[in-house]
Every structure is written in structure tokens, then in C-alpha cells.
């Protein structure tokens, strides 16, 4: 039998959710949501409503709003549905049954206005100023690597892809067709490793290496071996060189001097860096060509290997736990997109590394 309802029904709900052990309980008490407020003031244009109006939405509580969609890989209109639908939702952005939720046009403006001012980066920069003063510092060495971010594929003849390779766009294309037609995201090749061959083939047989096409940006990142926080990040074209990034992505406030990386960073310049800035390189080596690999080579690999793996972790957890893509057109809205995704992993990395140094 359905009962009355109560003034504490909500109240006792929240209780019940906590006592589940609320992840975005635990988030907001460990990030300080508030130190974002002047970044993001200085990220927006609001009018100084002379001519009336409603009141704009708070920016913090937009900004957590973006978080949400992050960590939930939720569309606009889902995040609106969402947010009106989940009490956990809305105690995490804080928003009570009686406030208005915002609508999914008013959270595309919000990260619209983010995107462009290129706030994404201010932001990340900010919270990883957060991090150093509460004691969770760069240590023991850096790890970069890169990963890419698939976004959505066009469909373009040859002649329309060599006229956006040189920086054009076709005269043919109306407005519309521009609109919806990403002129920033790049083709390139993602290689596996190649397959044995099979058995009883013979030693003649060449080995099938996997090769796919992915068509959109790169995430390269460097992350600090002690938390494995990331600290540092570029975003580029699918088809922009790995290895060309580094001095991007270093480090300087790391308090070790190692730095981990495959065989893609491996080259004079990147090594005359590294030197110039007194760090010591850890990267992979490559297999001599038509020769076997050395057991003094391969061994190395495998050391180096068992620490360079941890920058997997981050990329793992971006595309899977929070299916991170690009649905977005453009390199600007690409930054804010993957930006966010970066901040979203340093708060969820946050605040599991405070539950395991909580006390029982």
C-alpha cells in the first residue's frame, strides 16, 4: 500500500543513497568545486541585464552540469532528462526539486562559450595548481604517451579531401555543408602488433600486420608516475607525429628526472631535449631491422614496459568507462570536449586515491 507522503521523504531518499555509498557524494567532497568560480566568470559573456530577463544559471552549477556528462557520457537532452530524473544528479550539481533545470540548449551554449574562450585549459591548469597545494606533487618521473580520439567520419571525394589537406574548403559547399563537415580532424593508421604466422606456413611467410583506419584527434598526454595524475596535455590532429609533442607534455615541476615513453619519442631532437632540460630519457627501442631483437634489448623493453604502462590506465578509463569521442565539429570544440574528459579523470583519480588513504 501506497502511504502519504512525508516533509522528510527526499531527506531520507539522499540518506539512503549516501549510506549506498553515492559516488558523486564522495567527488564533491574531495573537489573544490568553488576555486573554478573566476576562471569560469572570466570564460563567459553575461549581459549586465539592464533590459531585464531570468537570471542566469550559476557557473559553477553549469560547470558541474559538464561534469556530469563527462563522467556519464550523457547527450545534452539525456543530461537534461537526467537531471531532473536522478536525486543524486541533483544534490551532486546543487540544484532542489523545486529549482528549474537547465534545458540542453542552455548546457550547449554554456559549453559553447567555454570552447570558445578556451577555458578548458585554464581550467585543467587550475585544478592541477589545486593538486600541488594539498600535497599531491609531480613525482617520480613522467609518463607520455598518445592515444586517438575518434571522431565523427565525413564522407569527402578526393578532390574535396586535397582541398581541405592544403587548408581550404571547396567553393561548391554551402553553408550548411560547412557547418557539419569537421575541416580540423585528420585520417591516420592505428597499427597492432603483427600476427604470427601460421603454423606449418614456413619461415618465408610474412606476418599480417593489423592495420585500421581512424579518422578525428589526438589526446597526448604526460602523467606523473607517483598518482598518475595527468598533468600535462596537448590536443592535435588524428595525423600529427607522436614524437613531434613532447616538449609540449613535459613536465618541468616533476620532481624526478626520468621520463617513459615508446619508441615514437625516441629521435636526436627529443633526446637533445631531454638533455637540455637535465632529464633522463626511459624510452623503448625499436627492433634492428632484418636482424633479431636483442636479449639485452629485450629485457630493457620489458623493465621499461612494466612502468610505461600506467599511462594505459588513464586512456583505458577515458574510452571505456567514460566512451569518450567526438561528436562535436571542429578542432575548437574538439579542446573543450577532451579537456573536459582529461579534468574528469583527475577528479575521479582524486578522489580514489583519497579513499585509499582514508582511515578505516
Same mark, same amino acid.
Given at each position: 500500500?501506497?502511504?502519504? *507522503?512525508? +516533509? ?6 539522499? =540518506? ?13 567532497? &574531495?573537489?573544490? +568545486?568553488? @576555486? ?19 537570471? %542566469? ?7 558541474? &552540469?559538464? @561534469? ?17 530524473? =536522478?536525486?543524486?544528479?541533483? =544534490? +551532486? ?6 529549482? %528549474? ?6 548546457? !550547449? ?17 587550475? +585544478? ?7 600535497? !599531491? ?16 567520419? *565525413? ?17 561548391? !559547399?554551402? %553553408? ?10 585528420? !585520417? ?10 601460421? *603454423?606449418?606456413a614456413g619461415q618465408n611467410k610474412r606476418q599480417i600486420e593489423i592495420a585500421m ?43 624526478? $628526472? ?42 630493457? $623493453? ?11 590506465? &588513464? ?5 571505456? =568507462?567514460?566512451?569518450?569521442? &567526438? ?24 578522489a580514489w586515491l583519497q579513499a585509499q588513504t582514508a582511515p578505516a
Amino acid at each position: 500500500m501506497v502511504g502519504q *507522503p512525508g +516533509f522528510f521523504d527526499q531527506d531520507e531518499r539522499l =540518506r539512503a543513497l549516501s549510506a549506498a555509498g553515492d559516488p558523486l557524494e564522495r567527488l564533491a567532497a &574531495v573537489v573544490d +568545486f568553488e @576555486v573554478f568560480r573566476s576562471d569560469l566568470m572570466a570564460a563567459l559573456s553575461r549581459s549586465d541585464r539592464a533590459q531585464g530577463g531570468r537570471p %542566469p544559471y550559476d557557473p559553477v552549477l553549469m560547470f558541474k &552540469v559538464l @561534469v556530469l556528462q563527462t563522467l556519464y557520457t550523457l547527450s545534452d537532452d539525456q543530461t537534461e532528462y537526467q537531471l531532473k530524473d =536522478r536525486l543524486s544528479f541533483m =544534490r +551532486f550539481v546543487g540544484l532542489a526539486l523545486h529549482d %528549474p533545470v537547465p534545458d540542453a540548449k542552455t548546457i !550547449w551554449l554554456y559549453r559553447e562559450q567555454l570552447a570558445r574562450a578556451g577555458a578548458a585549459e585554464r581550467l585543467f591548469a587550475r +585544478f592541477d595548481r589545486l593538486l600541488r597545494e594539498k600535497g !599531491w606533487l609531480a613525482m617520480g618521473g613522467q609518463i607520455v604517451d598518445a592515444t586517438v580520439i575518434e571522431a565523427r567520419r *565525413p564522407r569527402l571525394t578526393r578532390a574535396e579531401k586535397d582541398t581541405i589537406k592544403s587548408g581550404g574548403v571547396p567553393s561548391e !559547399w554551402k %553553408p550548411a555543408r560547412r557547418a557539419q563537415i569537421d575541416r580540423d580532424g585528420r !585520417w591516420t593508421i592505428k597499427r597492432g602488433k603483427k600476427r604470427d604466422a601460421a *603454423p606449418g606456413a614456413g619461415q618465408n611467410k610474412r606476418q599480417i600486420e593489423i592495420a585500421m583506419p581512424a579518422f578525428g584527434y589526438k589526446n597526448h598526454i604526460g602523467i606523473d608516475r607517483a598518482f598518475g595524475f595527468l598533468r600535462r596535455y596537448r590536443i592535435t590532429h588524428a595525423a600529427a607525429y607522436d614524437g613531434a609533442q613532447l616538449g609540449a607534455v613535459l613536465d618541468r615541476d616533476n620532481t624526478a $628526472n626520468d621520463v617513459w615513453a615508446d619508441t615514437a619519442y625516441r629521435s636526436a631532437a627529443n633526446l637533445a631535449l631531454l638533455e637540455r632540460r637535465g632529464l633522463r630519457p626511459q624510452f623503448q627501442r625499436k627492433k634492428p631491422r632484418g636482424k633479431p631483437m636483442p636479449a639485452h634489448i629485450t629485457r630493457g $623493453n620489458a623493465t621499461r614496459a612494466r612502468v610505461r604502462s600506467r599511462v594505459e590506465h &588513464v586512456f583505458a578509463a577515458q574510452k571505456c =568507462r567514460l566512451g569518450l569521442v &567526438v561528436r562535436t565539429v571542429g578542432m575548437t570544440r574538439a579542446r573543450v570536449k577532451i579537456g573536459l574528459a582529461n579534468l574528469a579523470y583527475n577528479f575521479s583519480r582524486l578522489a580514489w586515491l583519497q579513499a585509499q588513504t582514508a582511515p578505516a
